[in-house]
């Protein structure tokens, strides 16, 4: 594979169908799995081997990839190259917003197409891809790749599984009560892979973003309540992340054996989440989880005020107990991943921190961003952090630094366009590129 040109490895990947086929009878022999596309080494037919070219992508994540995350408004293609000259390696991309109108996204009218979700049609029932979605993430994807960038792909929602922002600000729990949306779910994704296990700039697809299994079924504070004994209740039930994943998965490898499955953990992604999380059996699968602790920290702004500092001491969860949070206290807070990790034998390279970042105007957000990417890198785990040029919201762009927005940001939004500051030499901004080897 690393000995073809770029040219002809994008020819053989678009015609690999046709390559399977083809060789299959050069060789006297029927092609058993589609989903292995063939290349041709040798001179004579008698030399012909079967290999997958689709093998580097798994390959891709042996050594220690640093990215960032895209879940933006629209596709923005512009914003792969400006991501490349700052050392981005990856972008999680996220196109579910892509199906909703502008208003709704950015002036807070009403969600005119409440049933419709992007790519699986409706939330509510999965009935195949919807063609005009997919020819929009076909041309975001292929600008990727002009532009030599990969992508993480993931989805906000699944059948059954309405994304919160765009059910009511409700969390849809369907999916964690009835099986049938399991299977929905398994066939859209399998519906997906069919189509995209050949791109070149796909490295893995990230099977649902910050699933929460727990808030169906009486868990929601992983300070105060016990992950065992909630476990024990769920195990081997629709609200058993561990048995949705294993519908998906078995749906994807019956069309694709090769792409690399990015699986995030319960309670949207939290590291604590991996007190349940079973190993899959299949060399090509990657674990994640977010990182946004102390939520009560990050999530300041402007309306909650900006009570708390880093570092500092932070009431967390729901009695609200006093916890000081410094490098060593988010250290301990993902030893959970670790710990999980040295017990089922699941080397660093395949750990994704995916999502990871606090408001930008929280005091100290240099210092957080700073010592989470320490701590990643000595982990030696993959990182992408949260978010390079949101454009449906500032406080977590980080070219911005601390300060306010003046009009020009304000008037670039409204007209559709990217604004970009005339400089973003700014403290926590550094921190990242730091990270980022700049």
């Given at each position: 594979?690393?000995?073809?040109?770029?040219?002809?490895?994008?020819?053989?990947?678009r015609n690999?169908?046709?390559?399977?086929?083809?060789?299959?009878?050069?060789?006297?022999?029927?092609?058993?799995?589609?989903?292995v596309?063939?290349?041709?080494?040798?001179?004579?037919?008698?030399?012909?081997e079967?290999?997958d070219i689709?093998?580097?992508?798994?390959?891709y994540?042996?050594?220690?990839?640093?990215g960032?995350?895209?879940?933006?408004?629209?596709?923005l293609?512009?914003n792969?190259?400006?991501?490349k000259?700052q050392?981005i390696?990856f972008?999680r991309?996220?196109p579910?917003?892509?199906g909703?109108?502008?208003?709704?996204l950015?002036n807070?009218?009403?969600?005119?197409?409440?049933n419709?979700?992007?790519?699986?049609?409706?939330?509510?029932?999965?009935?195949?891809?919807?063609?005009?979605?997919?020819?929009?993430?076909?041309?975001?994807?292929?600008?990727?790749e002009?532009?030599?960038?990969?992508?993480?792909?993931?989805?906000?929602?699944l059948?059954?599984?309405?994304?919160?922002?765009?059910?009511?600000?409700?969390?849809d729990?369907?999916?964690w009560?009835?099986?049938?949306?399991?299977?929905?779910?398994?066939?859209?994704?399998?519906d997906?892979?069919?189509?995209?296990?050949?791109?070149p700039?796909?490295?893995g697809?990230?099977?649902?973003?910050?699933?929460?299994?727990?808030?169906?079924?009486?868990?929601n504070?992983f300070?105060?309540?016990?992950?065992?004994?909630?476990?024990?209740?769920?195990e081997?039930?629709?609200?058993?992340?561990?048995?949705?994943y294993?519908?998906?998965i078995?749906?994807?490898?019956?069309?694709?054996?090769?792409?690399?499955?990015?699986?995030?953990?319960?309670?949207?992604?939290?590291?604590?989440?991996?007190?349940?999380?079973?190993?899959i059996?299949d060399?090509?699968?990657?674990?994640?989880?977010h990182?946004?602790?102390?939520y009560e920290?990050?999530?300041?702004?402007?309306?909650?005020?900006?009570?708390?500092?880093?570092p500092?001491?932070?009431?967390?969860?729901?009695?609200e107990?006093?916890?000081?949070?410094?490098?060593?206290?988010?250290?301990?807070?993902?030893e959970?991943?670790?710990?999980?990790?040295?017990?089922?034998?699941?080397?660093?390279?395949?750990?994704?921190a995916?999502?990871?970042?606090?408001?930008?105007?929280?005091?100290?957000?240099?210092?957080?961003?700073?010592?989470?990417?320490?701590?990643?890198?000595e982990?030696g785990?993959?990182?992408?952090?949260?978010?390079?040029?949101?454009?449906?919201?500032?406080g977590?762009?980080?070219?911005?630094?601390?300060?306010?927005?003046?009009?020009?940001?304000?008037?670039?939004?409204?007209?559709?366009?990217?604004?970009?500051?005339?400089t973003s030499?700014?403290?926590i901004?550094?921190?990242?590129?730091?990270?980022?080897?700049?």
């Open positions: 594979m690393n000995q073809l040109r770029k040219k002809d490895r994008w020819s053989i990947i690999s169908v046709l390559i399977s086929t083809i060789l299959a009878l050069v060789a006297g022999c029927s092609s058993t799995n589609a989903s596309p063939l290349e041709e080494k040798g001179q004579n037919s008698s030399q012909i079967k290999v689709n093998a580097w992508k798994m390959d994540w042996n050594e220690q990839r640093r960032s995350n895209f879940m933006n408004s629209t596709s293609t512009d792969y190259q400006a991501a000259e050392r390696e972008i991309l996220a579910d917003k892509w909703k109108d502008r208003d709704h950015f807070d009218k009403p969600d005119t197409k409440p419709e979700d992007f790519l699986i049609g409706s939330s509510d029932r999965y009935e195949g891809i919807v063609e005009e979605d997919f020819a929009r993430l076909l041309a975001d994807l292929d600008a990727a002009a532009k030599g960038m990969k992508v993480m792909l993931t989805v906000l929602s059948p059954g599984d309405r994304w919160r922002q765009f059910n009511g600000a409700k969390n729990d369907r999916i009560q009835e099986r049938d949306y399991h299977s929905q779910s398994a066939l859209f994704w399998k997906l892979a069919t189509r995209l296990k050949n791109h700039a796909i490295i697809y990230n099977l649902i973003n910050e699933p929460h299994p727990e808030t169906a079924t009486g868990f504070d300070w105060t309540q016990d992950y065992t004994a909630w476990y024990n209740k769920v081997n039930t629709a609200a058993d992340l561990n048995v949705l294993d519908a998906i078995k749906g994807i490898r019956m069309v694709d054996t090769t792409t690399p499955i990015i699986l995030d953990s319960g309670l949207y992604a939290t590291p604590w989440a991996f007190n349940y999380l079973k190993p059996d060399p090509n699968v990657l674990y994640a989880f990182m946004y602790e102390p920290l990050t999530s300041q702004n402007k309306n909650k005020g900006f009570t708390y500092s880093y500092g001491t932070v009431k967390v969860g729901n009695d107990k006093e916890m000081k949070f410094n490098r060593q206290a988010l250290k301990q807070f993902v959970p991943v670790a710990k999980w990790a040295t017990e089922h034998h699941v080397p660093a390279n395949r750990i994704i995916s999502e990871f970042g606090t408001n930008r105007m929280v005091k100290g957000a240099d210092q957080y961003m700073t010592d989470l990417i320490s701590i990643f890198n982990q785990w993959h990182w992408s952090y949260y978010a390079f040029r949101e454009d449906t919201w500032d977590m762009d980080y070219e911005f630094g601390s300060e306010k927005l003046g009009y020009e940001y304000w008037d670039a939004r409204d007209k559709g366009e990217t604004f970009i500051p005339e030499d700014n403290p901004w550094n921190a990242i590129k730091k990270g980022l080897g700049n």
